[in-house]
């Protein structure tokens, strides 16, 4: 059973900063793509940003320059670092990974965590 738990969500005032972390847990192979998802309210799940095995990194052009992703393949967990947020950064964020165990290749996404950019 293959599971992704996030932390690290919050309020905090425009301009400030968050760090999100996921860790993937269960009978794995490998995992090819971990990334961050978006959904804020009445609006569609978007991507955030992604990371390759190899380190490969895409971001969203809002969010470049200021947020970065980041991996640990040995402990098999991704982060994304948070700064200069912005009240529209508020959304429901979204771990996902595409993940190889013994039987299948599958996607998969952690329970979400809200991070808030508010005065």
């Known amino acids: 059973q293959v599971q992704l738990v996030e932390s690290g969500g919050g309020l905090v005032q425009p301009g400030g900063s968050l760090r999100l972390s996921c860790a993937a847990s269960?009978?794995?192979?490998?995992?090819?793509?971990m990334g961050w998802y978006r959904q804020a309210p009445g609006k569609q799940r978007e991507l955030v940003a992604t990371i390759t095995g190899a380190g490969s990194t895409n971001y969203a052009d809002s969010v470049k320059g200021r947020f970065t992703i980041s991996r640990d393949n040995a402990k098999n967990t991704v982060s994304l670092q948070m700064n200069s947020l912005k009240p529209e950064d508020t959304a429901v964020y979204y771990c996902?990974?595409?993940?190889?165990?013994?039987?299948?290749?599958?996607?998969?996404w952690g329970q979400g965590t809200q991070v808030t950019a508010s005065s």
């Open positions: 996902h990974a595409t993940i190889v165990t013994m039987r299948k290749i599958d996607d998969y």
């Open positions: 269960g009978s794995i192979l490998s995992i090819p793509a």
